[in-house]
């Protein structure tokens, strides 16, 4: 598209010097046409990159989604296995780790009287490690 936009350019400068002779009216508007044509495809360019992107990015977020048993999971299942609930912890963290061939949340928490640290399977919950170490 960008090698266009010159050659429209140039061909308004030759219109404006051909005043004289009656082909400026033709000139311009093929140097016009040029350029509408530009900005459409310009435009739909856009539009298509936006589609194809909102699409991949749907895709990855259904397939996280549907592949991983999410953080409120994750959370819930290190808070069973310790035997406590949620309005006995005070902080809690949660994150999402993932290499090539696996994924995990890392669930850490605080009670008054311990620190858990948990690893969790993403896909499966299982509990992969755990440690409590008691509040200094």
Same mark, same amino acid.
């Given at each position: 598209?960008?090698?266009?936009?010159?050659?429209?350019?140039? !061909?308004?400068?030759?219109?404006?010097?051909? *005043?004289?002779?009656?082909?400026?009216?033709?000139?311009?508007?093929?140097?016009?046409?040029?350029?509408?044509? *530009?900005?459409?495809?310009?435009?739909?360019?856009?539009?298509? !990159?936006?589609?194809?992107?909102?699409?991949?990015?749907?895709?990855?977020?259904?397939?996280?989604?549907?592949?991983?048993?999410?953080?409120?999971?994750?959370?819930?299942? !290190?808070?069973?296995? !310790?035997?406590?609930?949620?309005?006995?912890?005070?902080?809690?963290?949660?994150?999402?780790?993932?290499?090539?061939?696996?994924?995990?949340?890392?669930?850490?928490?605080?009670?008054?009287?311990?620190?858990?640290?948990?690893?969790?399977?993403?896909?499966?919950?299982?509990?992969?490690?755990?440690?409590?170490?008691?509040?200094?």
């Amino acid at each position: 598209g960008s090698t266009i936009i010159p050659y429209a350019i140039a !061909a308004k400068a030759m219109a404006d010097q051909m *005043v004289t002779d009656g082909r400026q009216d033709t000139i311009l508007a093929a140097s016009q046409m040029l350029q509408s044509w *530009v900005s459409v495809a310009l435009v739909a360019g856009v539009i298509v !990159a936006a589609i194809i992107g909102a699409a991949i990015g749907g895709y990855f977020i259904y397939r996280h989604n549907n592949t991983y048993i999410g953080a409120e999971a994750a959370l819930n299942i !290190a808070l069973d296995d !310790a035997g406590t609930t949620v309005t006995m912890i005070y902080s809690d963290d949660v994150e999402f780790e993932k290499t090539r061939h696996s994924a995990w949340y890392e669930v850490e928490f605080d009670t008054h009287q311990n620190e858990y640290d948990y690893i969790i399977d993403a896909v499966t919950g299982e509990i992969l490690n755990s440690s409590i170490k008691p509040q200094d």
